[in-house]
């Protein structure tokens, strides 16, 4: 597999650049770009680390530890937008993400990949964090679209509007993929040297557990907040 020189990768801060030039011209937020994108660098540099020794060691204790950080800060990052933050609200989110998460994390060990034991680091991290990132996306699209709808209509009303926009960039996906892009995991593989077919198969696998852990984020959120009677 081609490896990228440091140089090669430096050479990414050119157009983030001019995105930070326009950004702090039009928003006024002269460092955000700066920030995020230091920030996103330490925090896969860190992550690359941590999985070497993961991969390694093969400590159980670790693997669950590292699962329990993602399924924490995803939900925290999730109520970022929404109005209500408070303890109880947190809770919902953090229970909708970790049992959708698990359960679709659960069943592409079991019945799709047919791993023996569930708790194989090179399985388990990949598979984890792109389930519970787009749980993550798709509970804060949903929550923060339900409160500004809860504003103005009914609660059944305002519950179907906020399932369906918060469903909506993954639908377009699943039409777009083949004809408009090619999903970040199937480019991955493919320049590492996998075949395309193969490839295909397991972005298929992945696209799916990313929807349906999606959507059964989303049901369970508004399940309750609609059983609650929030507005």
């Known amino acids: ?21 326009f950004y702090y011209r039009w928003v006024g937020k002269k460092s955000e770009i700066l920030l995020a994108t230091v920030r996103m660098s330490v925090q896969l540099i860190a992550i690359g680390y941590v999985l070497t020794s993961l991969f390694t060691t093969q400590s159980t204790f670790f693997l669950v530890l590292v699962v329990v950080v993602m399924v924490v800060s995803a939900s925290l990052i999730a109520r970022r937008n929404i109005r209500h933050k408070d303890i109880k609200t947190y809770l919902v989110i953090l229970a909708c993400i970790t049992f959708s998460g698990t359960l679709n994390l659960g069943w592409v060990l079991v019945m ?51 399932f369906k926009a918060s469903m909506m960039p993954q639908i377009n996906t699943f ?16 320049l590492s040297g996998i075949d395309p077919l193969i490839a295909v198969r397991y972005q ?9 852990s999606g959507a059964m984020c989303n049901l369970l959120y508004l399940y309750f907040v609609t059983k609650r009677g929030d507005k």
């Open 1 to 21: 597999m081609q490896t990228i020189a440091l140089i090669n990768l430096l050479y990414m801060l050119l157009p983030l650049s001019v995105v930070a030039f």
């Open 112 to 162: 799709v990949l047919e791993r023996e034991t569930l708790l194989e680091a090179r399985f388990v991290i990949p598979l984890a964090g792109m389930i519970y990132a787009n749980a993550m996306n798709a509970i804060s699209l949903c929550a923060e679209r339900y409160e500004k709808e809860r504003e103005q209509c009914e609660m059944e009303k305002a519950r179907g509007i906020a």
């Open 175 to 190: 039409l777009a993929v083949g004809f408009v892009s090619l999903p970040g995991m199937m480019t991955g593989q493919i």
């Open 204 to 212: 298929i696998v992945v696209m799916a557990m990313m929807l349906s």
